[in-house]
């Protein structure tokens, strides 16, 4: 017999939709408005429903891979435009300075 079927009931229908399409917060929520139970119960039911069920498991897994990527290319991003606005203000800091010390040469 499924180890299912005499651990827990079923996950709603709505619970189970939301899963099948990869939105877990969706899932969670499905779960405690159904069944009226608090946060945790819920998430810990969806996280062994999906622990249970290989294919949900694969499917979450390569989720959680993409976001994971995703976040890096991000910093990667924004790594790089930091790095090109220090050394805009370095050069533009160094440009003034030049200028500045040129026109006191003129000056002078």
Known sequence: MDSNSDDQPP????????????????????????EGVGLMEAKLRIEAHVDRNP?????????????????????????????????WYLFWALSCRSRAILKARVSG
Not at 14 to 34: D, F, N
Request: hydrophobic share 65%.
């Open 55 to 87: 294919v949900l498991k694969a499917q979450f897994a390569e989720q959680a891979l993409r976001m994971k990527r995703r976040l890096i290319q991000w910093v990667l991003v924004i790594d790089v435009a930091l790095v090109a606005a220090v050394l």
């Open 11 to 34: 996950l709603p229908a709505a619970a189970a939709a939301a899963l099948s399409t990869g939105h877990l917060v969706e899932a969670i929520r499905q779960v405690r408005a159904a």
